[in-house]
């Protein structure tokens, strides 16, 4: 494997991207290994999801259906946001398996020489509760979010306003702030965990001082002008990263999505997977996990990467490692 110092150095938004993907390509197959497991339970539990909950409550809802009891429409979105939270908890614990993986690959020597040494077994227990925690956090942040919405309605409603064209103008305003302010909540998440597999993959830490730690690598900033913002650095990438991922993931669904359409019921506009034939629709889900599972560690082992990189400038990883490799040669 290669020295440490001669690969970890202080990295520009361009040279992480293309350090990511070169050291993705170079061991896609034990990535792909890696995540597999997760995909698949993952994409099983989704379709149970919509197979089982969501196309039958549509059915019902739909002008031939029987209307749709209220009470049974709030169990299934009861029953959906918890199955959808199981997923995400197996995606997170997949994006840990796939970190720990990737650290000896981005660090170009054994992981025994990383300060500290990458923590022995699964973190089960630290990532199911940092998942928690995150969950609770996005649950607190979204609700927050809604406050200036309410009293921007509840300022409408006692000012009497009326009119077609100002209900309209208002809707859209409420409807807008709404939606910024949600897309605002989530992305502060998402930034102030991004962290959080690599932390729970590469460090031995309680739960409170992980949840402490993914905070303070992506605080502040690392250098002078806007660039040297790390939130905004993080902005930048996961955005650019997201979007040529969710391309893939839109390419990858085009068969399933083809065959819906062939095989549509009459007269129906609604898509289902339950009108495919299964000798059809196997492979085409086969397919769709494939993809996940070879391009989904691609933006972990970006994250991986960008660990890496704000330990090397804040931390001097890169000297740790070369001492760590002095010491043991001697």
């Keep these: 494997m290669t020295s440490p110092t001669s690969t970890l150095r202080p990295l520009g938004i361009g040279e992480l991207m293309d350090r990511s993907v070169r050291v993705w390509r170079a061991h896609l197959w034990p990535l792909t290994r890696a995540m597999l497991p997760y995909a698949l339970v993952g994409h099983v539990l989704l379709q149970v999801l919509v197979s089982g909950l969501l ?60 300060p500290g040494e990458l923590p022995r077994g699964f973190p089960l227990a630290r990532a199911a509760g940092l998942y928690a925690i995150v969950l ?15 009293g921007l309605a509840f ?83 996961v955005t650019v990263m997201g979007a040529v991922l969710s391309s893939v993931q839109l390419l990858a669904s085009m068969p399933m999505i083809g065959l819906q359409l062939a095989f549509r019921e009459a007269g129906s506009g609604r898509l289902s997977s339950e009108t495919v034939p299964w000798a ?25 990467v960008f660990y890496v990189d704000m330990r090397v400038r804040r931390e001097g990883l890169d000297l740790e490692l070369e001492l760590a490799r002095t010491k043991a040669a001697a």
Excluded: H, K
């Design 155 to 237: 300022g409408a409603a006692m000012l009497n306003v009326s009119g077609s064209f100002a209900t309209l103008a208002l809707t859209v305003a409420i409807v807008g702030v709404s939606m910024l302010l949600m897309l605002g909540a989530m992305l502060w998440v998402m930034l102030r965990f991004l962290f959080a597999p690599q932390v729970l993959a590469a460090e031995q830490l309680g739960l409170w001082r992980t949840v402490r730690r993914t905070g303070s690598l992506i605080s502040g900033r690392i250098g002078p002008g806007w660039m040297g913002l790390v939130g905004l650095r993080a902005t930048i990438l």
């Design 280 to 304: 059809l629709r196997l492979p085409a889900e086969v397919v769709q996990i494939l993809s996940q599972s070879a391009t989904g560690p691609l933006f972990v082992l970006f994250c991986v």
């Design 55 to 114: 196309e039958p409550q549509l059915a019902a809802l739909s002008p031939d259906g029987s209307g749709g009891d209220p009470l049974v429409l709030l169990g299934t979105l009861a029953s959906m946001a918890g199955g959808f939270c199981l997923y995400g908890l197996v995606t997170w614990m997949g994006y840990v398996a796939v970190s720990r993986s990737g650290l000896p690959m981005v660090l170009g020597s054994d992981a025994a020489g990383l």
């Design 136 to 150: 609770a956090v996005l649950a607190l942040v979204m609700a927050l979010s809604f406050l200036p919405v309410v």
